[in-house]
């Protein structure tokens, strides 16, 4: 199984930050690589795929960058909607998984 | 509008069984790969069991493998889930998804559902 992990595992961080996550899969996943967000007692939400293509509705401010092993979730200012947790779940094969999560909360 | 609605969950003893349904519209359902994802009370996102938009491939977590049954009627554009010898860290919200896109990211989720094993 590929096993994905993700730094920090939290953060804090103020309004208009720039925010970066980090996101390493344990073998090449080409760009199989994709970013949720989740708020508390809702369900995920995709806002990246393959890396680094936005997914329909989601701001500008998220991007995603990287190939292979290691991936970049950046949020460049950070917006008080944006606090939650983030996942990376690879889908180059399966079983299909998540990183631990990386919770982004007020500093 | 995509939308899918997960029912079923609910209080089960150890041992038992339980049936997770999930009602789509808004999509050509026997088009897509569906999966079941879970989570824990306050830990992260484990990937339970997909299917192919046939019905015909199926896959499991090996937590799952031999104890649940993952199903489709694509007449009746739903996804069932049949947990079997059911265990207390099977306790979680279950949510289906549907998979799209280049990368088959989870591009739509529904609302989840409270399964909870304890006697």
């Known amino acids: 199984d590929i096993q994905m992990t993700q730094s920090p595992s939290s953060l804090s961080a103020s309004v208009g930050d720039r925010v970066t996550i980090t996101c390493r899969a344990s073998?090449?996943?080409?760009?199989?690589l994709n970013w949720y967000q989740q708020k508390p007692g809702k369900a995920p939400k995709l806002l990246i795929y393959?890396?680094?293509s936005l997914q329909s509705g989601v701001p500008s401010r998220f991007s995603g960058s990287g190939s292979g092993t290691d991936f970049t979730l950046t949020i460049s200012s950070l917006q008080p909607e944006d606090f939650a947790t983030y996942y990376c779940?690879?889908?180059?094969?399966?079983?299909?998984?998540f990183g631990p999560g990386t919770k982004v909360d007020v500093k | 509008e995509v939308q899918l609605l997960e029912s079923g969950g609910g209080l089960v003893q150890p041992g038992g069984s339980l049936r997770l349904s999930c009602a789509t519209s808004?999509?050509?359902?026997?088009?897509?790969?569906m999966s079941w994802v879970r989570q824990a009370p306050g830990k992260g996102l484990e990937w339970v069991s997909a299917?192919?938009?046939?019905?015909?491939?199926?896959f499991y977590a090996d937590s799952v493998k031999g104890r649940f049954t993952i199903s489709r009627d694509n007449s009746k554009n739903t996804l069932y889930l049949q947990m079997n010898s059911l265990r207390a860290e099977d306790t979680a919200v279950y949510y289906c998804?549907?998979?799209?896109?280049?990368?088959?990211?989870?591009?739509?989720w529904g609302q989840g559902t409270l399964v909870t094993v304890s006697s």
């Open positions: 998804a549907k998979e799209g896109g280049p990368s088959d990211a989870f591009d739509m």
């Open positions: 393959a890396a680094s």
């Open positions: 299917i192919s938009g046939s019905g015909g491939s199926t």
């Open positions: 779940q690879q889908s180059y094969n399966t079983p299909r998984t």
């Open positions: 808004g999509f050509t359902f026997s088009t897509y790969a």
């Open positions: 073998q090449s996943i080409n760009s199989y």
